[in-house]
């Protein structure tokens, strides 16, 4: 299964194939939904965290692209990274716009998922 592509991105908007706009995206291989810091206590700081990419990998995703933000001020939890390349998955952390390119020219070649803030 492919991962939906992001068609456009603004500040505040994601626009995603077979999903419509959303604020922040969670996405994997067949599917996607909008993503809810408030599922796991997410802040901007200690940022991304293990249990925001469980879903992720539980839908197949090998790869996984954590967006920083379009100004950064996202954190990835170190810890969560680690947790990633433990498991094997191959981990990418990139700025908003730079993390949506990647994640795309992924989605036809790999089972990526993702998690997309689209503004800070």
């Not at 700081?45 to 879903?55: F, L, Y």
């Not at 990998?57 to 990274?81: C, F, I, K, N």
Request: with cysteine.
């Amino acid at each position: 299964m492919r991962s939906p592509r992001i068609v456009a991105s603004s500040w505040g908007k994601l626009h995603v194939e077979g999903l419509g706009v959303v604020k922040d995206l969670k996405a994997w291989p067949g599917g996607a939904r909008e993503w809810d810091w408030s599922e796991t206590g997410t802040r901007h700081s200690p940022g991304i965290q293990v249990a925001d990419v469980e879903e992720l990998l539980d839908h197949g995703a090998t790869v996984v692209v954590l967006s920083q933000g379009m100004e950064e001020r996202l954190e990835v939890a170190p810890s969560t990274v680690q947790a990633l390349e433990s498991r094997g998955v191959e981990v990418h952390v990139a700025p908003t716009p730079e993390a949506i390119a990647l994640y795309n020219d992924l989605t036809g070649t790999t089972p990526v998922g993702g998690l997309f803030h689209s503004t800070c």
